[in-house]
Protein backbone atom coordinates (compact mmCIF):
# COMPACT_ATOMS: atom_id res chain seq x y z
CA UNK A 1 0.00 0.00 0.00
CA UNK A 2 1.27 3.36 -1.02
CA UNK A 3 1.70 6.39 1.25
CA UNK A 4 -1.36 8.15 -0.44
CA UNK A 5 -3.13 4.76 -0.46
CA UNK A 6 -3.01 5.05 3.31
CA UNK A 7 -3.87 8.41 3.61
CA UNK A 8 -6.89 8.06 1.20
CA UNK A 9 -8.11 5.13 3.63
CA UNK A 10 -7.59 7.02 6.72
CA UNK A 11 -9.87 10.11 5.33
CA UNK A 12 -12.49 7.69 4.66
CA UNK A 13 -12.54 6.19 7.60
CA UNK A 14 -12.80 9.45 9.78
CA UNK A 15 -15.43 10.06 7.21
CA UNK A 16 -16.71 7.12 7.95
CA UNK A 17 -16.91 7.17 11.89
CA UNK A 18 -18.46 10.62 11.42
CA UNK A 19 -21.14 9.10 9.19
CA UNK A 20 -22.28 6.56 12.20
CA UNK A 21 -22.87 9.26 14.44
CA UNK A 22 -24.86 10.96 12.11
CA UNK A 23 -27.10 7.80 11.41
CA UNK A 24 -27.11 6.92 14.87
CA UNK A 25 -28.42 10.22 16.04
CA UNK A 26 -30.77 10.43 12.99
CA UNK A 27 -32.34 7.05 14.22
CA UNK A 28 -32.14 7.26 17.76
CA UNK A 29 -33.68 10.66 18.82
CA UNK A 30 -32.93 10.55 22.22
CA UNK A 31 -29.01 11.59 21.31
CA UNK A 32 -28.09 15.14 20.61
CA UNK A 33 -26.19 16.55 18.35
CA UNK A 34 -22.63 17.64 19.65
CA UNK A 35 -23.05 20.66 17.78
CA UNK A 36 -24.51 24.49 18.49
CA UNK A 37 -28.20 25.60 17.66
CA UNK A 38 -27.35 29.50 16.14
CA UNK A 39 -29.13 30.95 13.33
CA UNK A 40 -26.49 30.00 11.12
CA UNK A 41 -24.46 27.39 12.66
CA UNK A 42 -27.83 24.52 13.16
CA UNK A 43 -27.10 21.15 12.75
CA UNK A 44 -30.47 19.92 14.42
CA UNK A 45 -31.92 21.85 11.49
CA UNK A 46 -30.46 20.81 8.63
CA UNK A 47 -30.29 17.25 10.02
CA UNK A 48 -34.20 17.41 10.36
CA UNK A 49 -34.77 19.52 7.39
CA UNK A 50 -37.21 17.72 4.70
CA UNK A 51 -34.11 17.78 2.19
CA UNK A 52 -32.46 15.09 4.91
CA UNK A 53 -33.88 12.42 3.47
CA UNK A 54 -33.66 11.54 -0.82
CA UNK A 55 -36.04 9.50 -1.93
CA UNK A 56 -37.11 8.39 1.84
CA UNK A 57 -33.45 7.31 2.83
CA UNK A 58 -31.91 9.62 5.33
CA UNK A 59 -28.43 11.22 3.57
CA UNK A 60 -26.76 10.34 7.32
CA UNK A 61 -27.49 6.26 5.87
CA UNK A 62 -26.63 7.26 2.51
CA UNK A 63 -23.11 8.59 3.69
CA UNK A 64 -22.92 5.51 6.19
CA UNK A 65 -23.18 3.66 2.80
CA UNK A 66 -20.71 5.52 0.54
CA UNK A 67 -17.92 5.81 2.72
CA UNK A 68 -18.46 2.09 3.88
CA UNK A 69 -17.89 0.71 0.14
CA UNK A 70 -14.84 3.53 -0.25
CA UNK A 71 -13.21 1.74 2.59
CA UNK A 72 -13.60 -1.27 1.20
CA UNK A 73 -12.40 -0.34 -2.28
CA UNK A 74 -9.26 1.75 -0.55
CA UNK A 75 -8.14 -1.06 1.80
CA UNK A 76 -7.46 -3.02 -1.30
CA UNK A 77 -3.80 -3.56 -1.74
CA UNK A 78 -3.79 -3.55 -5.60
CA UNK A 79 -2.91 -1.04 -8.10
CA UNK A 80 -5.61 -3.03 -11.18
CA UNK A 81 -6.37 -0.12 -13.43
CA UNK A 82 -9.89 -0.84 -12.80
CA UNK A 83 -9.96 -0.41 -8.93
CA UNK A 84 -8.26 2.46 -9.26
CA UNK A 85 -10.66 3.81 -11.69
CA UNK A 86 -13.55 3.03 -9.42
CA UNK A 87 -12.07 4.71 -6.47
CA UNK A 88 -11.84 7.53 -8.58
CA UNK A 89 -15.08 7.72 -9.72
CA UNK A 90 -16.51 6.64 -6.46
CA UNK A 91 -14.76 10.10 -4.67
CA UNK A 92 -15.94 11.94 -7.88
CA UNK A 93 -19.78 10.74 -7.42
CA UNK A 94 -18.76 11.73 -3.48
CA UNK A 95 -17.73 15.45 -4.86
CA UNK A 96 -21.04 15.69 -6.66
CA UNK A 97 -23.17 14.68 -3.64
CA UNK A 98 -21.29 17.45 -1.84
CA UNK A 99 -22.25 20.19 -3.87
CA UNK A 100 -25.39 19.29 -4.16
CA UNK A 101 -25.77 19.02 0.00
CA UNK A 102 -23.73 22.56 0.55
CA UNK A 103 -25.92 23.89 -1.82
CA UNK A 104 -29.13 22.64 -0.19
CA UNK A 105 -27.63 24.28 2.99
CA UNK A 106 -26.85 27.05 2.01
CA UNK A 107 -30.09 28.38 0.29
CA UNK A 108 -32.75 25.83 1.21
CA UNK A 109 -32.19 24.94 4.76
CA UNK A 110 -29.92 28.21 5.43
CA UNK A 111 -27.73 27.12 8.16
CA UNK A 112 -24.88 24.61 8.45
CA UNK A 113 -24.09 21.27 10.30
CA UNK A 114 -20.34 21.29 11.22
CA UNK A 115 -20.63 17.72 11.56
CA UNK A 116 -22.12 17.42 7.62
CA UNK A 117 -19.08 20.15 6.65
CA UNK A 118 -16.03 17.55 8.26
CA UNK A 119 -17.77 14.68 6.01
CA UNK A 120 -17.69 17.77 3.03
CA UNK A 121 -14.25 18.63 3.59
CA UNK A 122 -13.01 14.88 3.82
CA UNK A 123 -14.82 14.10 0.98
CA UNK A 124 -12.98 16.62 -1.03
CA UNK A 125 -10.11 15.77 0.34
CA UNK A 126 -10.74 12.20 -0.57
CA UNK A 127 -11.14 13.35 -3.89
CA UNK A 128 -7.89 15.10 -3.89
CA UNK A 129 -5.80 12.11 -2.83
CA UNK A 130 -7.71 9.27 -4.92
CA UNK A 131 -7.02 11.70 -7.93
CA UNK A 132 -3.58 12.74 -6.93
CA UNK A 133 -3.28 8.70 -6.08
CA UNK A 134 -4.47 8.09 -9.87
CA UNK A 135 -2.56 10.51 -12.02
CA UNK A 136 0.37 9.46 -9.93
CA UNK A 137 2.63 6.05 -11.51
CA UNK A 138 3.44 3.62 -9.26
CA UNK A 139 7.12 4.06 -9.96
CA UNK A 140 6.56 7.70 -8.27
CA UNK A 141 4.59 6.25 -5.66
CA UNK A 142 5.53 5.25 -2.36
Avoid: Q
Avoid at 18 to 23: G, M, N, P, Q
Avoid at 51 to 67: R, T
Avoid at 134 to 142: D, M, Q, Y
Amino acid sequence: MSGLDVIALGIAVIALGISIYLTVEHYDSSLTLACPESATVNCAKVTTSRWSSIAGVPVALLGLLYFTVMVVLLAIPRDHPRLLLARVLGASAGVLMVLWLVYVELLLVNAICLWCTAVHVLTVALFVVVLWRWLTPASENP
